[in-house]
């Protein structure tokens, strides 16, 4: 079985400032992809990121970087220089590479950016 | 190149009641996945559909029922509705060829309420 573990409930931040969302996982799998997705206030899923777990080098996308760590577990998403826009809920997922096809989902956490 | 549609966006029913939940996978898409998104909480799968057939199913009692047309779209029923039932009702569709990378596309998902 799978866990995903988002502690941080919501954030508040003003705009232009750095957030990281933090994102702690448990699985028996050896090999699994981990996933950022965003739900702006329409509801849709909006899919950011997906990392496989034999690949820990972190990356940047513009405003966007992701620092996973293996040895802890962990998978967290920063956004630079916040904008408004960003305002969301924002999840983390967890699927095996093999058998059942159903994304494990953390609880969310809440972005709230302030002008 | 229209992306995953969900009908009806929004519904009210009472409990002991049914209810129907419909969905159009992205063009091209064959798999089709069902997540319930409680209040506060993070998408938890209810099953998969496969060539017309359910394929994987998560942790949900047999109230949840579903089905497959030949052309890709999907239905979700829940029956003998519970106020428990109240949530989003997200509809993700994929390739099967690609396995389980994942990349799910949602829908925007329909709001039950149950009174």
């Known amino acids: 079985a799978q866990k995903v573990t988002q502690a941080q409930t919501e954030i508040s931040v003003v705009e232009k400032e750095d957030v990281t969302l933090d994102c702690v996982y448990e699985?028996?799998?050896?090999?699994?992809?981990l996933f950022w997705y965003k739900q702006p206030p329409s509801g849709e899923l909006v899919f950011l990121i997906r990392?496989?777990?034999?690949?820990?080098q972190n990356e940047i996308s513009g405003r966007y970087s992701w620092n996973f760590q293996k040895s802890t577990s962990s998978f967290n998403f920063t956004i630079t220089a916040s904008q408004v826009v960003d305002s969301a809920v924002y999840f983390c997922?967890?699927?095996?590479?093999?058998?059942?096809?159903?994304?494990?989902f953390g609880s969310g956490t809440r972005l709230q950016v302030q002008p | 190149d229209a992306g995953v549609t969900q009908s009806p966006t929004h519904l009210i029913k009472t409990r002991g009641q049914q209810v129907t939940l419909r969905c159009s996978p992205k063009?091209?898409?064959?798999?089709v996945s069902w997540y319930q998104q409680a209040l506060g909480q993070g998408p938890q799968f209810i099953f998969q559909?496969?060539?017309?057939?359910?394929?994987q199913r998560g942790n949900f009692p047999d109230r949840f029922s579903g089905h497959q047309f030949p052309n890709y779209s999907s239905e979700l029923n829940v029956n003998a509705l519970l106020l428990g039932d109240s949530a989003l009702y997200l509809c993700?569709?994929?390739?099967?060829?690609?396995?389980?990378?994942?990349?799910?596309?949602f829908g925007e998902g329909s709001r039950l309420t149950v009174l």
């Open positions: 993700a569709s994929s390739l099967v060829q690609d396995g389980n990378t994942g990349e799910l596309f």
């Open positions: 699985t028996r799998d050896t090999t699994y992809y």
């Open positions: 990392r496989n777990s034999f690949d820990e």
């Open positions: 997922a967890l699927i095996p590479r093999t058998g059942r096809r159903a994304l494990t």
């Open positions: 063009s091209g898409h064959d798999t």
């Open positions: 559909y496969y060539e017309e057939e359910e394929r």
